[in-house]
């Protein structure tokens, strides 16, 4: 079984990959939709992302393999990184370079293998999409194309989650306590919207069907990596609120609005994702409830604080939402029964960066979101708190004047 030779610029390339902070890292969800979608869209049982190092084969996302990696001379995915296009091996027992592979002789018994290169956007093959077949067979056109396209998507994912860490990296503790500077945002501007544009407009492709039909199951899991896509598109606002809140930057368009129509269609735009937490939701409405604000920035508060319900509720919990009027106020209250806010928090909770429950490892997010909606309610001219019980749950309250 013939080796695959090392590429020219192997030291350059296994810095480049460990740069990335990817290797030996737990699964994650947006690598194993894509590898989700490779098996579906070239109908195979085996699909992965597959990263080499200098000795090894790691898959950093798989479908089909049992195996967390494979020795690098056995891999097929170390002659990929070799081209710039996608390797396609019709029969591996009828090639020279694999027939006695202990991957084609032994399991998984590989007959059929794509793999499209990792291409990072400075030029270097970290590893491959790649999807195996157990039988020999043809690859169309239109799905190689689909490869290429799940590849990039790949690295995009990667630059992106580097590029978060490294931004993130950047802040130190004068910057969390004070403000973003403009260094830092510029970051956050091209390092992350960059890639996310990227991977949003690939996803939107794809589910636009001008790369060919694709199936009910496919479509779901497009819808479901273009959702997530919009939920880190929103971490990255947050970022940038939070630095125009620093600067006296946010603006607001204030008109006479109601406030029972934005929190009910708040209700309304995020039901779906209540349901996907297995989630409920009411809402006791108080009738017309006119204040004076920017419709914009309340329904911004309202998604903050319904998607905090839902982020830290258990399945087949309850969430209350309800709007009253006494005394010249309007108040607005979400209640959820979870755990309840723990105490070593619940003195600095709306300050930047603070984060409930078991926070950023399993409930991802900035840590930012409570403290712009508090911004923007005192910017209205009204107050914002909470009130919670250890195992019992949370009510987040705001109030803003009446008109």
């Not at 089909?64 to 396609?88: K, Q, S, W, Y």
Request: hydrophobic residues 40%; proline residues 4%.
């Amino acid at each position: 079984m013939p080796a695959a030779p090392l590429p020219a610029n192997e030291k350059e390339r296994l810095e480049r990959l460990r740069r990335y902070g990817i290797l030996d890292t737990p699964p994650e969800d947006a690598f194993e939709r894509i590898v989700r979608l490779a098996a579906k869209v070239l109908d195979v049982p085996i699909a992965t992302i597959s990263l080499i190092d200098d000795g090894r084969q790691w898959f950093k996302a798989r479908v089909g393999l049992d195996a967390p990696e494979t020795a690098r001379d056995a891999a097929f995915c170390a002659h990929a990184i070799l081209g710039n296009d996608v390797l396609v091996v019709d029969d591996a027992t009828q090639d020279p370079r694999f027939s006695d592979n202990p991957l084609v002789t032994g399991d998984p018994k590989i007959r059929f293998y794509a793999g499209a290169p990792l291409t990072t956007h400075d030029g270097y093959n970290l590893g491959t999409v790649c999807a195996i077949d157990k039988r020999p067979r043809k690859i169309t056109a239109e799905q190689k194309s689909l490869l290429r396209d799940l590849s990039a998507l790949a690295v995009d994912q990667m630059e992106l989650r580097a590029a978060g860490r490294d931004a993130l990296a950047q802040v130190d503790e004068r910057i969390r306590i004070d403000a973003f500077k403009s260094a830092f945002i510029s970051t956050v501007n091209h390092e992350l919207r960059t890639p996310l544009t990227s991977i949003i407009g690939a996803v939107e492709l794809i589910n636009s069907g001008a790369a060919g039909d694709v199936s009910p199951e496919v479509a779901e899991l497009l819808t479901i990596a273009g959702r997530n896509s919009a939920v880190l598109l929103r971490l990255i606002n947050d970022l940038l609120d939070s630095a125009k809140i620093a600067d006296g930057d946010m603006k607001f368009d204030v008109v006479v609005v109601d406030l029972d129509r934005i929190a009910s269609e708040s209700v309304e735009n995020i039901a779906n994702y209540f349901r996907d937490h297995h989630v409920a939701v009411t809402y006791t409405r108080a009738g017309e409830t006119l204040v004076k604000a920017d419709k914009v920035r309340l329904t911004q508060v309202m998604n903050n604080l319904l998607s905090n319900a839902v982020k830290f509720s258990p399945k087949g919990a309850d969430v209350r939402v309800s709007l009253s009027k006494r005394d010249g106020q309007a108040e607005v209250s979400v209640t959820d029964r979870a755990g309840g806010i723990p105490e070593s928090i619940r003195g600095r909770l709306f300050q930047k960066f603070v984060q409930g429950e078991q926070g950023i490892a399993e409930r991802p997010g900035t840590g930012l979101g409570l403290s712009i909606a508090k911004a923007i309610i005192e910017q209205h001219g009204g107050k914002i708190g909470f009130d919670t019980e250890t195992g019992a749950g949370t009510r987040f309250y705001f109030t803003l004047p009446l008109i």
